[in-house]
Nanobody, 115 residues
Framework: QVQLVESGGGLVQAGGSLRLSCAAS????????MGWYRQAPGKQRELVAV???????NYADSVKGRFTISRDNAKNTVYLQMNSLKPEDTAVYYC?????????WGQGTQVTVSS
């Protein structure tokens, strides 16, 4: 059974940092790109960052220079280090595995940034 389990969300003041983790089933982690998406209230889900199995990364313009995505292949885990957080980063953050035939999603973790 495919699983993606996020952790690390919470409440933080503007300017603070959080690190999100996503533990994935090995079957979907080892060869697929992994991503983080977010969805704020009343808005569509948007891509935050993605990392390929080889370690290449891509970021949304709104988080470039502040967020860093990484993966630990030995632990089947992908991370999102979020620094210099802003109130507009407040959202539910979802881990995502981009398999060739479908995307898999975690349950989401809430990140709230207070001003």
């Amino acid at each position: 059974q495919v699983q993606l389990v996020e952790s690390g969300g919470g409440l933080v003041q503007a300017g603070g940092s959080l690190r999100l983790s996503c533990a994935a089933s090995r079957s979907i982690f080892s060869t697929n790109p992994m991503g983080w998406y977010r969805q704020a209230p009343g808005k569509q889900r948007e891509l935050v960052a993605v990392i390929t199995s080889g370690g290449s990364t891509n970021y949304a313009d709104s988080v470039k220079g502040r967020f860093t995505i990484s993966r630990d292949n030995a632990k089947n885990t992908v991370y999102l280090q979020m620094n210099s957080l802003k109130p507009e980063d407040t959202a539910v953050y979802y881990c995502n595995a981009q398999a060739p035939t479908r995307y898999y999603w975690g349950q989401g973790t809430q990140v709230t940034v207070s001003s």
